[in-house]
């Protein structure tokens, strides 16, 4: 009635491995964790689409915890690139290398 | 094609077409709006894959706060820290990318299940509400406990970089 179920998960897996990319290529910190978010998005898709597929409810509920981890990761993320732009100067992963606390 | 099918096509295009240009802009402010969209339109896919409730969740959490939360970390930096080298690791992570995307479509068109196709279907809010807290009430503590510790690391983290504090007020 919709589209095939294939569709949903090859759209899942395009937008995981976009953000896989952005997670590679870039070399900023804060792009690093907008390719984390994207990725995030792209299983968010996969499990909401396995629960309207077998209409169990279950991935509907992973999605929500889902969301709440990537809010607890971006928050903390953000403040670790805060505190270490504070010390060196950069948002260049390769910049830091004083391994103290 | 059904009205619905159309209109899953066109937000996967909306939210693909968005997504590849924020990921591919220098500058974080740029990818970051273009982000919005690409959230809006998951949003929407949402709502057409039978999840209201979720749909909204995503507009607020998501497109909402975890967005505005970035942007005001991008406004805090005096400049906007400039990317050296640019074009050296784009190669590499493309292929990656490409090699990994390949493979997917390669496992999902060799399922014979993949050819389904979904009925509509909606979970209600309210129905949905209570399966959460009747059959999953510990993990929804569990997540609680998870953001509150969140919370406790980054009032740790962003004091400074002093051990006990006394010099938070040094400025970024």
Partial sequence: MIVPFGHVFILAGLIFSMGLVCLVAHRNLIMTLVGVEVMMNGAAIAFVAASLRWHLMEGQAFMLFILAVAAAEVSVGLALVVNVFRRTGSLDPDSYNILKW | ?172
């Fill in chain 2, 1 to 172: 094609m059904t009205l619905y099918a159309a209109i899953f096509y066109l937000l996967s295009a909306v939210t693909v077409l968005a997504t590849a240009i924020a990921i591919t802009r220098r500058q974080p402010v740029h990818a970051v709006l273009y982000l919005i969209v690409a959230f809006l339109g998951t949003a929407a896919l949402f709502f057409l894959l039978g999840a209201p409730l979720l749909a909204a969740f995503v507009v607020i959490v998501y497109a909402g706060a975890i967005m505005v939360l970035i942007l005001f970390v991008i406004m805090l930096f005096r400049r906007s820290p400039r990317e050296l080298r640019l074009l050296s690791e784009w190669g590499p992570a493309t292929l990656l990318g490409v090699v990994f995307l390949a493979v997917a479509i390669a496992m999902v068109f060799k399922d014979p299940n993949s050819r389904i196709v979904l009925k509509g279907a909606v979970a209600q809010p309210g129905d949905f509400g209570r399966f959460l807290f009747e059959r999953y009430w510990l993990a929804v503590e569990i997540v609680s406990i998870l953001l509150l510790v969140a919370l406790v690391t980054i009032i740790q983290v962003g004091k400074g970089r002093g051990t006990g504090g006394e010099e938070q007020e040094e400025g970024l």
